[in-house]
Nanobody
């Protein structure tokens, strides 16, 4: 059974940092790749970053470039999203996601089939 389990969210002051984890079960990010998304209240889900399995290239949304970094622990089959210099506009529920088969993925919701339950990130000003 495919499962994605996020953790690491919380409340942080502006300028602070958090590291989100996405533990994967039933498949490997090495074969399929992983995406990170977020959804703020009243807004559409937006892509934050994606790690492509084909070449391990990592793409970031312009809004987080230079502040967010994706890393992996292959032994734990876990992908991380390090978020630095967090701002109130980063407040959202953050999700990791995976495709159902190896294919090109990007920052669009339609590229993904499996989703975690989400973890709340709240940044106070």
């Amino acid at each position: 059974e495919v499962q994605l389990v996020e953790s690491g969210g919380g409340l942080v002051q502006a300028g602070g940092s958090l590291r989100l984890s996405c533990a994967l079960f039933g498949f490997s990010f090495i074969d399929y790749g992983i995406g990170w998304f977020r959804q703020a209240p009243g807004k559409e889900r937006e892509g934050v970053s994606c790690l492509r399995a084909a070449d391990f290239n990592i793409a970031y949304a312009d809004s987080v470039k230079g502040r967010f970094t994706v890393s992996v622990d292959a032994a734990k089959n876990t992908v991380y999203l390090q978020m630095n210099d967090l701002q109130p506009e980063d407040t959202a529920v953050y999700f990791c996601a995976a495709p159902a088969s190896p294919r090109h993925i990007g920052l669009q919701v339609r590229d993904y089939d499996y989703w975690g339950q989400g973890t709340q990130v709240t940044v106070s000003s």
